[in-house]
């Protein structure tokens, strides 16, 4: 174990830190802070539709072992929407021994206002997920796969619901797909209290993590728990997704290690129709915690300490049945990085659109690849390279298995899909290769995604 001290910044609460959150402990105890019962809100099931992602959950087994950027997840489940309907909203962060407040109370009514309900509803489908407020005049983060219920519509009716109880529509302003991250424009609303971002590079694991957002379309609930892990790779199955994105990077997930993408819709009678496929999947690089995040959690805040926003919420892993319904949280759950996520949101707002880095070339998990040379190491071999590519104008070659990317340890092919398109196109990055038994680090200019 590293006897490194734990980062001050995010590990543990700062003397101010501590101040400003007892300054907080106190307000709350000099307020009375009650709650009004939300009257339940009629259930149409003609027009319900569970948005999640039902899958069984397996860890792929690789040779050497789990490096600190993870193991592929075979199988994931998207914490997207809840039952349209099934919702009741608390306004305030409720306390009823004003003597007993705890940190995690603080960091919730801190952060608790810039954290939205978002429902979406098309003529036939419908469901609820999470926003996080961006600023004040009504721009929220959230994923593609809520405001697209999960692409199955492209021109959804989106409403937000804020955490003081003000109903509005809301137009989408630019999704990415390959991110799984979407920013919507709230309508007629110039006062809300934008989130505060942290620094996701600074994380450590075992720091606090709390979610807020609307899990099963329960608005304004708080979980808390660890920083599991960091750098986690994992393959999410999505119909937003591209289906063949012009000179994708070729390292689609081989059968065996999935995704899976069961989705259930509801039918006029209210039963459930036989599961969908995903046309496609998309692999992120994301935040594990053991915080509860359940369906309707997506696109909500994991915080630290502080109230900072550390990632956007956007899956959970299921033991469930992969054919079976929809199971709940099992502590293990995934949020975007706020550092990828203020990225792709400010490329959003301002042109609608966001980049990805490109490496132009086929990969293969060193078990999967018979011929390789090097094939005790692991890491992603790379079998074709693009004339003209990002990995060719860098000298790699086939053969060359690639064992770390901007200094993360790569495992295989999805860790790398996974952080090279946590950059953006033209970004610069350090690849580490093993040759014929001969490491060596190279320097790539990344090409653009499309």
Do not use: C
Not at 127 to 145: E, P
Not at 168 to 177: C, S, Y
């Amino acid at each position: 174990m590293s006897d490194a001290p734990v980062n001050p910044e995010v590990g543990s609460p700062t003397p101010a830190d501590r101040e400003s959150i007892q300054q907080t402990q106190e307000r709350l105890a000099a307020e009375e802070m009650t709650v009004e019962p939300s009257a339940p809100k009629p259930v149409n099931p003609n027009r319900s539709r569970t948005v999640g992602l039902v899958a069984a959950l397996a860890v792929a087994a690789l040779i050497g072992g789990v490096s600190g950027a993870g193991a592929s997840i075979w199988a994931m489940s998207n914490n997207a929407a809840a039952p349209a309907g099934q919702r009741t909203t608390p306004t305030t962060i409720t306390v009823n021994n004003s003597a007993d407040v705890t940190d995690i109370t603080a960091v919730a009514a801190k952060a608790s206002p810039s954290v939205v309900t978002i429902t979406v509803s098309s003529s036939d489908a419908g469901g609820t997920g999470s926003g996080i407020v961006l600023s004040s005049d009504g721009y929220v983060l959230t994923n593609t796969h809520v405001v697209t219920l999960d692409g199955a519509v492209s021109n959804a009716t989106v409403r937000v619901e804020t955490a003081d109880g003000r109903l509005r529509t809301a137009k989408v302003v630019g999704i990415d797909p390959i991110a799984d991250l979407a920013v919507i424009k709230v309508n007629g609303i110039d006062n809300l209290q934008p989130a505060e971002f942290a620094d996701s590079s600074k994380l450590n694991v075992g720091d606090s993590a709390i979610a807020i957002g609307a899990p099963l379309g329960l608005a304004g609930t708080v979980t808390s728990g660890v920083v599991s892990a960091l750098n986690r790779s994992i393959t999410v199955a999505s119909s937003a997704a591209p289906t063949t994105p012009q000179s994708q990077d070729n390292s689609t997930p081989s059968p065996q290690n999935g995704p899976y993408d069961f989705w259930q819709f509801s039918n006029p009678n209210g039963h459930a129709q036989a599961p969908t496929t995903a046309s496609s999947s998309i692999a992120l690089s994301v935040i594990q915690t053991d915080a509860a995040i359940n369906p309707g959690n997506s696109g909500g805040a994991l915080l630290n300490v502080k109230g900072q926003v550390i990632g956007i919420n956007v899956a959970i892993a299921s033991a469930g049945s992969s054919t079976g319904g929809q199971s709940g949280s099992i502590g293990v759950g995934f949020a975007i990085p706020s550092n990828l996520a203020q990225r792709i949101a400010n490329e959003l707002r301002q042109t609608g659109t966001a980049t990805h880095g490109l490496l132009g070339a086929s990969v293969l998990d060193v078990t999967e690849d018979t011929t390789s040379k090097d094939s005790q190491v692991v890491g992603a071999t790379v079998k074709e390279l693009a004339q003209g590519g990002a990995a060719a104008q860098a000298g790699l070659k086939v053969g060359d298995v690639i064992t770390g990317f901007n200094g993360i340890p790569i495992t295989g092919k999805t860790d790398l899909t996974a952080q090279v398109r946590v950059l953006a196109a033209g970004a610069k990055a350090t690849v580490n290769i093993v040759r014929d038994g001969t490491a060596s680090i190279v320097e790539v200019t990344l090409g653009a995604l499309k």
